[in-house]
């Protein structure tokens, strides 16, 4: 074996060895995850939310104002007259809940006007006010409270099973909470990492790629320079200088390439 054949074969174990370290190292790179600081994270949602709180109040109110609307408009095409009826219902039920001993004004005047009619004086029934004209009537001032507490009672939950339902909208479904800020910002930094790991392992096989070419390139070299030197007509041994006066340098290789190489024996 000559000295050319020794180098071509040293040129691919060290190419095969620096090869694999640098695969080894390259293999080594791994992309590092940012943890997310969850007391900035807190404190960045909530300045966030505080920013948008007027903004998103007014988006509220039109939305429910618009809602409510819609639901009336509708309620009054399925029973016409159905505002001005909620609108006389409500009144009434301010005026029993606001002075439930009053006897209704319009009482009052149908009485008066009944009097006058049949000519009787007014002092015959007493003075004109609602304590001795529910007297006069005999009714239990008490229990004419309570029954108009309890009309008025009535007429709220008329009015309640009747309106048109509305759904309002409620802020706390825009607002963002820590805890949703916290689980985006942990997935947005395992996808950088992936991403970041995945460039990694492409430059890694394209360091890797060019590694294997440069060192095939110089086994080719060497291969061919081999044959160059080996196409002379002469045996390798014959074309290099005597080693000493006992021997060629390619005696000695081939030594060398026997055993001699590893350790004399």
């Given at each position: 074996m000559?000295w050319?054949?020794?180098?071509?074969?040293?040129v691919s174990?060290?190419g095969?060895?620096v090869q694999?370290q640098?695969a080894?190292?390259n293999a080594?790179?791994?992309a590092q995850?940012?943890n997310?600081n969850?007391?900035d994270?807190q404190?960045?949602?909530?300045?966030?939310?505080?920013s948008g709180e007027k903004?998103l109040?007014?988006?509220?109110?039109?939305g429910?104002t618009f809602?409510?609307?819609?639901a009336?408009n509708?309620?009054n095409k399925?029973t016409?007259?159905?505002?001005?009826?909620?609108?006389t219902?409500?009144?009434?039920?301010?005026t029993l809940?606001?002075?439930?001993?009053?006897?209704?004004?319009?009482?009052q005047?149908?009485?008066?006007?009944i009097?006058?009619?049949?000519?009787i004086?007014?002092g015959t029934?007493?003075?004109?006010n609602?304590?001795s004209?529910?007297r006069?009537?005999?009714v239990n001032?008490?229990?004419?409270g309570?029954?108009?507490i309890s009309?008025?009672?009535?007429?709220?939950a008329?009015l309640?099973?009747?309106?048109p339902k509305?759904n309002p909208?409620?802020?706390?479904?825009?607002?963002?909470?820590?805890?949703?800020?916290?689980?985006?910002?942990t997935?947005n930094?395992?996808?950088?990492?992936?991403i970041?790991?995945?460039?990694?392992?492409?430059q890694n096989?394209?360091?890797?790629?060019a590694?294997?070419d440069?060192?095939g390139s110089l086994?080719k070299?060497a291969?061919l320079?081999?044959?160059?030197?080996?196409?002379g007509g002469?045996s390798?041994?014959d074309?290099?200088?005597?080693?000493?006066g006992?021997?060629?340098i390619?005696?000695?290789?081939?030594?060398a390439a026997n055993g001699g190489?590893?350790g004399y024996t």
């Amino acid at each position: 074996m000559s000295w050319v054949n020794i180098g071509v074969a040293a040129v691919s174990v060290v190419g095969g060895v620096v090869q694999g370290q640098q695969a080894k190292k390259n293999a080594g790179k791994v992309a590092q995850y940012q943890n997310p600081n969850i007391a900035d994270i807190q404190n960045e949602t909530l300045n966030a939310n505080l920013s948008g709180e007027k903004s998103l109040e007014n988006l509220i109110s039109q939305g429910n104002t618009f809602a409510t609307n819609q639901a009336i408009n509708i309620q009054n095409k399925l029973t016409p007259g159905y505002q001005d009826l909620a609108k006389t219902l409500s009144g009434r039920a301010q005026t029993l809940a606001a002075h439930p001993y009053d006897v209704p004004q319009e009482v009052q005047d149908n009485l008066s006007r009944i009097a006058a009619e049949k000519g009787i004086a007014a002092g015959t029934r007493g003075q004109f006010n609602d304590f001795s004209l529910l007297r006069d009537l005999g009714v239990n001032e008490l229990q004419y409270g309570q029954t108009a507490i309890s009309q008025s009672q009535q007429i709220a939950a008329t009015l309640a099973a009747i309106a048109p339902k509305v759904n309002p909208m409620s802020p706390l479904s825009f607002y963002v909470t820590p805890s949703q800020a916290l689980a985006n910002a942990t997935n947005n930094n395992a996808q950088n990492q992936a991403i970041a790991q995945g460039s990694i392992n492409a430059q890694n096989a394209a360091s890797n790629a060019a590694n294997a070419d440069l060192f095939g390139s110089l086994s080719k070299i060497a291969g061919l320079y081999a044959g160059s030197m080996g196409g002379g007509g002469s045996s390798n041994t014959d074309a290099l200088a005597p080693y000493g006066g006992s021997g060629s340098i390619g005696a000695a290789a081939a030594g060398a390439a026997n055993g001699g190489l590893l350790g004399y024996t």
